[in-house]
């Protein structure tokens, strides 16, 4: 049981330098690519909705869960997921997930009718949920000293490319049609990649796992799972449906499983067994702060890219691969910070990076808010190319080194376990920003919803997206106070 209360900068120094050279970087690209086609996922589907609904005969109400069915299942089980990983093996569970969604998205492509869709794409959610959090399980374990900060930017540059440039990716694969497949191409791409990565994942990937002789905690993994699935289900469906009585029932339900979770694991730890999240964890100052910051930080990440394609489909008349295209500026800025100012910057910086980084995406939102409240309908939506690499470039300074901080004072022993906390503050942030977004969004918009009437709703929608940024900047400020004591 850990107690390390490190920084992170003292963990990772104190790692065996021999450690470093054994692992390849071949097993970085296999496990960046299953984390580049889930995220990747998450976010394309939504430029699909639309040929969804056309082709299957799919109700509003269906093409939704097409996309909230995958999100939940993804953000419920990753906590679950990472204690697997921990117990039976990270490379083992890895490939496992990985297989069960190359299957679940050949499903998808296949899929008959939008009931069969909606059950597959929860099955690839739930896949995905079983692979990532061993992704940086296997990163922490395998990688020390600065080829684990390079390993924690690359991972952090492969989401951020992969949630920019999903709604871009949808859209050129729907509109070029490939061999009359239309929207069922943005699954079935998924399936030969999934084949080569597995096949190279034997090869590639070192096999770690967490303390010898421990089983799993099935009663905390159902706690957990259901507290999610009900907190995370309210959150996103309740706001589409004008939050009924159902969605605050189901909050309320939430939270007693999480208390209940809680005391469970506490009392399973005091008895010496192992506990689905060992609350130890906690106590380590780097790891709690850290995963504060990255809620906050990913509930103004994942909510900024809904916003922005409301008002550049909805708003601007754009198509889906013509907004998609003005994803390519977040792209550019993130690309370049992570590539080039980030490793840079993180050199004189250390922790400070990721408070650089927020606070840097910050002023990239009020300088989007700003050139639209100027620019208004008339003006070219190029104008807003400068802000939106000044966004990105805050999101590539951020994603990366702030999981560095989270994960780097971390046990290998309980790797993948934290890796799934990470990740569901990661995904869950996403999802909850999308709703927090969308309630002060479309009530300002109003019923008639003109186009007029969208950009006023997207500058007051990016009011609590830059609170958050900020609120992720305050809570790094903690583990500096701590540091320098």
Not at 83 to 111: E, H, N, P, V
Not at 115 to 138: D, H, K, N, T, Y
Not at 430 to 442: C, D, E, L, P, R
Request: glycine residues 12%; positive net charge.
């Amino acid at each position: 049981m850990s107690t390390d209360t490190r920084t992170p900068a003292t963990a990772v120094a104190a790692e065996p330098a021999a450690t470093d050279r054994g692992p390849s970087w071949g097993a970085l690209a296999v496990v960046m690519t299953g984390t580049f086609i889930t995220v990747l996922d998450y976010f394309i589907s939504n430029v699909a909705v639309p040929s969804i609904q056309e082709d299957l005969g799919a109700t509003a109400a269906q093409g939704q869960m097409v996309i909230v069915g995958y999100g939940v299942a993804f953000t419920a089980g990753m906590i679950t997921g990472g204690k697997i990983g921990d117990l039976y093996g990270r490379r083992r569970m890895f490939m496992l997930g990985l297989a069960l969604f190359t299957l679940a998205s050949a499903g998808c492509g296949l899929a008959p009718s939008a009931e069969a869709l909606i059950a597959l794409r929860i099955a690839q959610g739930a896949s995905a949920a079983l692979m990532v959090p061993q992704v940086l399980g296997i990163i922490g374990s395998v990688y020390t000293g600065p080829s684990r900060a390079k390993a924690f930017t690359v991972y952090g540059l492969v989401v951020g490319q992969a949630a920019v440039f999903g709604q871009v990716i949808g859209g050129v694969l729907i509109t070029a049609d490939v061999a009359g497949l239309d929207w069922r191409s943005i699954f079935l791409i998924n399936v030969p990649i999934g084949a080569v990565a597995l096949a190279c994942a034997a090869r590639t990937v070192p096999e770690s796992r967490g303390a010898e002789g421990a089983r799993l905690d099935l009663l905390g993994a159902l706690l957990t799972t259901a507290a999610l699935v009900l907190v995370v289900y309210a959150l996103v469906q309740g706001r589409e449906d004008g939050w009924p009585a159902w969605s605050w029932a189901a909050l309320g339900s939430g939270a007693v499983l999480f208390a209940l979770a809680v005391a469970h694991f506490a009392r399973r730890g005091r008895q010496g067994r192992s506990p689905l999240i060992d609350l130890s964890l906690f106590r380590v100052r780097s790891f709690s702060v850290g995963l504060s910051a990255t809620l906050a930080y990913f509930l103004a990440m994942g909510s900024f890219f809904y916003l922005l394609a409301l008002y550049l489909q909805q708003g601007r008349g754009l198509s889906p691969l013509q907004s998609g295209l003005l994803f390519f500026a977040l792209g550019a800025g993130f690309f370049g910070s992570s590539v080039l100012l980030s490793p840079k910057l993180g050199a004189r910086l250390g922790q400070q990076l990721p408070t650089v980084g927020t606070l840097t995406l910050a002023v990239g939102y009020g300088l989007v808010g700003l050139t639209v409240a100027v620019s208004g309908l008339s003006a070219s939506v190029l104008w807003l190319v400068p802000s939106l690499v000044v966004a990105g470039a805050g999101m590539g300074m951020t994603t990366g080194p702030l999981t560095n901080v989270v994960l780097s004072g971390v046990d290998p022993e309980h790797a993948a376990s934290a890796s799934g906390a990470l990740n569901t503050a990661q995904e869950g942030g996403a999802a909850i920003g999308v709703s927090v977004a969308g309630t002060v969004f479309f009530p300002v918009l109003g019923a008639a919803a003109r186009p007029a009437d969208y950009p006023h709703a997207f500058d007051v929608a990016l009011i609590p997206l830059a609170v958050f940024c900020v609120t992720a900047a305050a809570l790094m400020q903690l583990l500096r106070r701590r540091a320098a004591a």
